[in-house]
């Protein structure tokens, strides 16, 4: 039974580590119903524009100003370049340019500062903590708090600021927004960049866990069944869809994984994210769309 | 050759509806198909058949079963590699444990394994609609990447499970050579786009549309959602199940299943969307242009950068020229190089009359 607990544990925190790529999506996707396939090329530029400029000896925190910077531009640009000239074209079509978008991003990221693995040291320790007799590590602990803080603040700012009212308005109807005199511009350009910051902070912790390298790109095929039983629209969505499926996966992964060979981990967020969408359609928490003619 | 009609009129519902109304455009395919079979073989080399011509063509059959999903039923999928591994493995077990198999009915029985997989795969798609149903077919890419690594049965025991095609032997002659490859491929992929360009100017072809543009009032038209969702879904993974045997036997020779995987989807993606998006010429100009583009970049750079550029600054340089190009095209011709080849045939036909 301790041993249970310690693999769920151990699944759950590492399920809010996928909760914090999704909530890049999230941000995107309720302020401009576009599904950023690039998110995930996001965060590996992010990742790999802070190791870099370190390693050139600049000191961290400096580091981690230029890269926000960076980062704001880049979301800026992207909305000028890509998003602007797309207003009002059907999401299949964004999606599209958002997965173009991805390439461009990960040939930019490389180009820019080369293709080998970097490390990153947060200065955060990776001890097991020891909870409630359910040995827990210290570096994943932290990364937790970072996803619940930052769901904590950006539902805030949904729910609670003009600011969110406003996002909300664009992703609910481009034209009806525009009508009564919403920047959607503006909006486009602030929410894509604050997707660029999350995308930063995501890139520090996942690239500390996994080292900074092209396959940090690939955590959005993680971060998709969690956005999907969480739902696509909500930010608190992300937190439960984190915990179910990093802790199902881990203990699918031990339980089951054994009857069947192993590897698992690949699909069975897919399975399960599909049989979540078979009794609820729009995930957990997502709005469900009504239909008319 | 000249493209004037009358006003673009037919005289007949049986002219109008037609696969290929211009005359103009039925005697340039005649020509095209003439050069392919006639000219083609005896003037290419071996490195034009399987490494531009093959390819191509495969390609062109993967993205055409993309389109008819996709781009005409209007059900994104990101697991067409999924589907083409199940054709691939299929027509190998097929050959495998049927010993004097047709190689052409393996190649269908392959299509219909893909078909079973993707109906199964498709079963969602009346529940869960627009992104939430990329869960779907990307459950189908891990998880018949992951079965055909893990079950050794399917690679008939291979350690590394990679399968290796039989000689490819068509009524007692032997089709292994560069230019035998060529031609099974040609001949595969010509059958099926024929039946394809039929089926979207048949009815099941319209209702696919009148799904992909509004589903629900489709359904008060009377179309029957569920049965034109699997059924398209079934098609094209007929499709790309026999484009996946064709990759395997006729262009690469041997597989494994980590060919077929998620990269290999989204090329079939960026062929229907450079191609252009419900239209059947679309996939073969997307799947041309695919195709040549890094040819064409290797040779740019072995000719005029030789030793300045190295393979991994033009492997970034070649991301970074598709994903511009992709974005582009979006935003400025969403329909792709098939509806800009389409513009370049009506000016022709107005011409002189219109500047």
Not at chain 1, 28 to 57: C, D
Not at chain 1, 204 to 223: C, D, E, P, T, Y
């Amino acid at each position: 039974m301790a041993f249970f607990i310690e693999v769920l544990t151990g699944g759950l925190l590492a399920g809010l580590m996928y909760t914090l790529v999704a909530i890049g999506f999230v941000l995107i996707y309720k302020a401009s119903g576009v599904f950023n396939f690039a998110q995930g090329s996001m965060v590996l530029f992010a990742a790999l524009t802070f190791v870099s400029i370190v390693e050139r000896g600049v000191h961290s925190a400096a580091a981690f100003a230029i890269t926000l910077v960076t980062m704001l531009v880049l979301g800026a640009l992207i909305e000028r370049v890509v998003l602007r000239p797309l207003v009002n074209r059907p999401p299949i079509t964004l999606f599209m340019a958002t997965l173009g978008l991805s390439f461009v991003i990960e040939g930019l990221a490389q180009t820019l500062w080369g293709a080998q693995v970097h490390g990153l040291e947060l200065g955060i320790e990776d001890v097991p903590l020891d909870v409630l007799g359910v040995s827990l590590s210290k570096f994943d602990m932290f990364a937790s708090g970072v996803a619940a803080a930052l769901v904590l603040v950006l539902g805030l700012l949904f729910t609670r600021t003009r600011l969110g009212l406003s996002l909300r308005a664009v992703a609910d109807d481009q034209l009806a927004a525009l009508a009564v005199g919403i920047d959607l511009q503006w909006i486009w350009g602030v929410v894509w960049a604050v997707a660029g910051a999350v995308g930063l902070v995501t890139g520090l912790l996942w690239g500390a866990r996994v080292g900074v390298q092209f396959s940090l790109s690939l955590i959005v095929l993680k971060a998709l069944p969690v956005l999907i039983i969480g739902g696509f629209n909500s930010i608190m969505g992300t937190i439960v869809g984190g915990l179910i499926v990093g802790g199902s996966e881990k203990l699918a992964e031990v339980y089951l994984g054994q009857l069947v060979g192993g590897g698992i981990e690949n699909w069975f967020p897919y399975v399960l994210a599909l049989v979540f969408l078979l009794w609820r359609p729009t995930g957990l928490f997502g709005t469900a769309s009504i239909e008319r003619l | 050759m000249s493209y004037h009609d009358v006003a673009g009129l037919s005289p007949s519902h049986a002219a109008d509806s037609r696969v290929l109304p211009l005359r103009a455009d039925r005697v340039a395919l005649a020509l095209l198909i003439l050069v392919a079979y006639a000219v083609l073989p005896f003037v290419g080399n071996d490195y034009v058949f399987s490494a531009i011509l093959v390819p191509f063509l495969v390609l062109s059959l993967a993205g055409l079963g993309l389109n008819l999903l996709t781009g005409y039923a209007g059900q994104l999928s990101l697991g067409s590699a999924a589907f083409m591994a199940v054709g691939a493995f299929g027509a190998y077990n097929c050959m495998l444990r049927n010993p004097g198999l047709p190689l052409f009915l393996s190649f269908a029985l392959a299509g219909l394994f893909a078909a079973a997989v993707g109906v199964l795969f498709g079963l969602p798609s009346l529940r869960i609609k627009g992104f939430y149903l990329i869960v779907s077919t990307l459950a189908a890419q891990f998880f018949v990447q992951w079965l055909l690594t893990r079950v050794s049965w399917f690679s008939n025991d291979n350690a590394s499970g990679v399968i290796t095609a039989p000689p490819l032997l068509v009524l007692g002659h032997d089709f292994s050579s560069p230019v035998g490859r060529y031609l099974l491929s040609l001949t595969v992929t010509l059958g099926l786009t024929w039946l394809a360009r039929n089926l979207v100017h048949s009815q099941t072809g319209r209702r696919f549309m009148a799904v992909r543009d509004m589903d629900t009032a489709a359904a008060v038209l009377g179309i029957p959602i569920l049965r034109t969702k699997l059924l398209a879904f079934a098609i094209s993974s007929f499709y790309c199940g026999v484009a996946g045997a064709l990759w395997a036997f006729a262009y690469l020779g041997t597989v494994e299943p980590h060919g077929f995987d998620l990269k290999r989807s989204f090329q079939v993606l960026f062929i229907i969307i450079i191609g252009g998006l419900g239209s059947v010429s679309g996939a073969f100009l997307g799947a041309a242009f695919i195709v040549l583009l890094p040819v064409a970049m290797d040779n740019v750079a072995v000719r005029f950068f030789a030793g300045v550029i190295d393979p991994g600054h033009l492997e970034n340089a070649q991301k970074l020229l598709f994903g511009s190009l992709i974005i582009f095209l979006l935003i400025k011709e969403p329909q792709g190089l098939a509806r800009l080849f389409q513009r370049l045939k009506e000016r022709v036909r107005a011409w002189p009359l219109e500047p």
